[in-house]
């Protein structure tokens, strides 16, 4: 056996994936565990790129009508209580103020004083604090649908914690809505989970699953919880973001009553949707590779860096110059909406390491500009979707002329890699030997990277959803909207079904 | 005496100035209380004009080096504790978790439970737990400057609040840096205050002081202060922005320290500076009046708005049609680095229900389209910043040629009534007894609207800032920058001063 090639990241994801994770994350410098428990620092090219999904998705609510606003960080606990599945679904992971200052104690040291009536709970969600407003604010149906965005922190109590995967806090947006129907909620549930799906696909490049959740799946509270799913490169199954049909539970909950157009008074319907930093794991698990962090243009904070690499002073001049020239040239083509990002790293780094720290930081397009590339007029590049010794040379002109275009199709073939990498891991199965099989890592020492998406029969009931939860450690991600109807038997049971559905590990 | 002019707000400013406020809060949509004590709902129409004010900070805080970053909502109680002043100053003011889950008590309901080992402080603010970080980021001078901002939600509790200006839960930015050298910090304090002055008066159309804070008034642990002040209609001190110079403290307490040029081991300075959703109250009161609010054109979400008006359906189609041709052509336009941002009113309202919706929300010109308009192509329109009632026709023609140069017009017209309102209640004293009647009401039942900014000579003693404090809750709300050296006697005391400070009630 060869060697093996020497990788930027240690150690691999074959060989430790959870690992190699965590070191994508350290190398690019995207977050770090912070001193206070559960909670990350988000570092500025991690915050950079969760800028860039937000101002993609923040486009998209607006273009369907919604608004943001801002409503409390904390919740009374009486407001949580008012949905009953709703507050049993968070009472374990509540962050609970029950002070409101600080007082010297009588052996030194400060203790918390001033012992609220009620105590506040931070927001693990907002339905209930917003669900309060929407009931003043709705009175008739020409108020709605009223639509509503909020970008925000919320805390979910975690003991065992990954960057940006579960983390006790996270940024986040939620979508809450107020419709007259049930039909029109209906149409925004689907309509969110369509906007996450087109976000996940046309900008962080992550093929996804449309699908509902099972009933144990749902979210404390909703009638229908839907999802997109996706599969990440140890073939585990990561939610991305999720749309729910609340029915009238929270209407009912908060009064939000308004008088119809037949003069009756009546119960709304409402919606709630929502994307965390989680996308951001879901980011570097689905395109990075053992060099670190791989990123899709449209998400990069920086679309081309130009590296210069000179001898001595005579010789930096010149190349400063032309990559200066190079820059000011790139800075005027158009990608995704705006100008194409690009950076002269002329840090006081030695060539090699410069080169690495940004293969490592995901940026699509390294340039490397020495003397022979100003003498001939050229650009020397590397994609940072193909191999980082795999360089070309092209003329400074045509290179101007194409940037975009490379940046296009780096962005198509990490979509296009992410799906051929699902489907090659999506298999139907009608035999529970081998679906038990699949889920079963074949070498006990590492067994991260098995498996993958197994489309299969499932009766519905809680038990058939319980048993390789309990014994594989699978669980039923979603029944694909877009699976067709199909007669078969529970893979669990043998029971009757007329839908397959995926099931996986997950995150 | 004629009868009162009808307003849109009731009611005005010169019969209850706090109440107006209130109202024209409520007219314009821009927020409400909420349920939780001391916490606002940010409202759509407010959160947009949020928006903007983060659009055009962050443009500048990039401009000027800085990146975002994101730092955890909790801090643990030790971290505040670690710089002795700062931690007086906000034991007072935090809200403080101690309990991770809720669990039923045997009666009935849910009470706090998982007692936490160390209590966590919501953050008033986040010196401490970013030093915390960037004692671990900071090695050595190469590593300096680091210039970090982050915009979060921070809570300080009060009793007493008051929309945007004095809230639990409050949005901002907190800028935190790190240098090499006391001049740099030091520069890095004043670059970030003029970038404040220049937003305010800029882009808010505020006209503001730049000055140092007295010792009683600096940010609890800073060395110095520095704040923009602005003189609200009424008269009072608002402070809009700070930048605190943070010497070597906040470097010990968090153990902040790099290797030199020279190789000795050294605390590093640091500086920190916010801005908050405060500036929205800051605005409110500076520009609007008795119909409502009025937006300087550079900060508000719509700059024209469009309000069709027809008497039946067969004008509705052709007054419509020449609406949306108007819009498209409007859009076409630039103001301030992007397109003028019109939006056509076609709601159901009643003509002029909508026209004065439009007024109390500030909207910088209103257009009414009706078949005169059509028929002869003219645009009708009025500014926020003239009398409602004064309205012009122009043709369609040149009104989509001028509407940036009008939005300008009224954007700088803004400015200098603020500018001019202020110097005209700027007035310096040289004798106490003018000085205390100019901040004592002359009428007792409404002693909102009296006073101004005094310039007035002080000694520098704490007992010479105490009594007008005490006596006539006036404060020095700072020490100008741009104020010439001038020996004179403290106003107070009458003992030796070589520079007027500015003295005010204040919010």
């Given amino acids: 056996m060869g060697k093996a090639q020497k990788t930027a990241i240690t150690p691999t994801r074959q060989d430790d994936y959870p690992e190699w994770y965590q070191q994508v994350i350290i190398a690019a410098e995207?977050?770090?565990?912070s001193p206070v428990r559960g909670c990350m620092v988000i570092k500025p090219w991690g915050y950079a790129i969760w800028e860039n999904i937000?101002?993609?998705l923040d486009r998209m609510f607006k273009a369907t009508g919604h608004k943001n606003a801002y409503f409390p960080l904390f919740i009374p606990k009486s407001f949580l209580e008012k949905e009953a599945e709703h507050v049993e679904g968070f009472a374990k992971e509540c962050a609970v103020v029950t002070h409101h200052r600080l007082e010297a104690s009588p052996d030194g040291g400060l203790v918390p004083a001033g012992l609220l009536d009620e105590p506040l709970i931070?927001?693990?969600?907002?339905?209930?604090?917003?669900?309060?407003?929407?009931s003043k604010w709705v009175q008739s149906y020409r108020d709605l649908p009223l639509l509503i965005n909020q970008w925000a922190n919320v805390v979910r109590w975690e003991l065992r914690t990954r960057l940006f995967l579960r983390t006790t806090e996270f940024l986040w947006q939620e979508g809450h809505t107020v419709h007259e129907t049930r039909d029109d909620a209906w149409a925004e549930t689907m309509r969110m989970l369509d906007v996450y799906a087109d976000f996940a696909e046309n900008f962080a490049a992550i093929p996804v699953i449309r699908g509902e959740k099972s009933a144990g799946e749902r979210f404390p509270g909703a009638v229908n919880t839907f999802c997109i799913e996706a599969m990440m490169q140890d073939r585990k199954a990561l939610q991305a973001g999720t749309s729910h049909y609340l029915g009238e539970n929270f209407a009912k909950a908060s009064n939000i009553q308004f008088s119809s157009r037949s003069g009756e008074l009546k119960y709304a319907h409402t919606t709630s949707w929502g994307m965390s930093t989680r996308i951001i794991g879901a980011l570097i698990m689905t395109h990075s590779d053992d060099d670190g962090l791989v990123l899709p243009p449209k998400l990069s904070p920086v679309h081309v860096v130009i590296l210069p690499v000179f001898r001595d002073?005579?010789?930096?001049?010149?190349?400063?110059?032309?990559?200066?020239?190079?820059e000011a040239e790139i800075k005027k083509r158009q990608f995704n909406n705006g100008p194409v990002v690009v950076e002269v790293d002329d840090s006081e780094k030695r060539g090699g390491e410069k080169t690495w720290n940004w293969i490592k930081k995901g940026v699509p397009i390294r340039i490397e500009i020495g003397m022979r590339e100003v003498t001939e007029d050229k650009v020397f590049y590397g994609r940072r979707d193909l191999s980082p010794m795999e360089k070309k040379a092209v003329p400074r002109g045509e290179f101007v002329f194409v940037v975009a275009q490379i940046l296009e199709e780096i962005q198509q073939n990490l979509y296009d890699r992410a799906f051929d990498y699902r489907r090659e891991r999506t298999?139907?199965?009608?035999?529970?030997?081998?679906?038990?099989?699949?889920?079963?890592?074949?070498?006990?020492?590492k067994p991260e990277i098995h498996g993958g998406f197994a489309l299969a029969h499932w009766c519905?009931?809680?038990?058939?959803?319980?048993?390789?939860?309990?014994?594989?450690?699978?669980?039923?991600?979603?029944?694909?909207?877009?699976?067709?109807?199909?007669?078969?038997?529970?893979?669990?049971?043998?029971?009757?079904s007329n839908r397959r559905v995926?099931?996986?590990k997950a995150y």
Same sequence: chains 1, 2.
């Avoid at 995207?30 to 565990?33: D, H, K, S, V, Y």
């Avoid at 002073?313 to 190079?326: A, G, I, M, N």
């Avoid at 009608?430 to 679906?435: G, L």
Wanted: proline fraction near 5%; include cysteine.
């Fill in 30 to 33: 995207l977050a770090e565990n």
């Fill in 54 to 56: 937000q101002r993609e």
């Fill in 122 to 134: 931070v927001r693990p969600t907002s339905e209930t604090i917003i669900g309060a407003m929407f």
């Fill in 313 to 326: 002073e005579s010789q930096q001049t010149e190349v400063l110059d032309y990559c200066r020239r190079l």
């Fill in 427 to 445: 298999l139907r199965f009608d035999d529970k030997d081998k679906f038990i099989k699949f889920f079963t890592p074949k070498n006990a020492e």
């Fill in 460 to 496: 519905g009931a809680p038990e058939c959803e319980q048993w390789p939860a309990e014994n594989l450690k699978v669980t039923i991600r979603c029944i694909p909207l877009d699976g067709a109807e199909e007669l078969g038997k529970c893979i669990i049971c043998g029971g009757e």
């Fill in 502 to 504: 995926v099931f996986a």
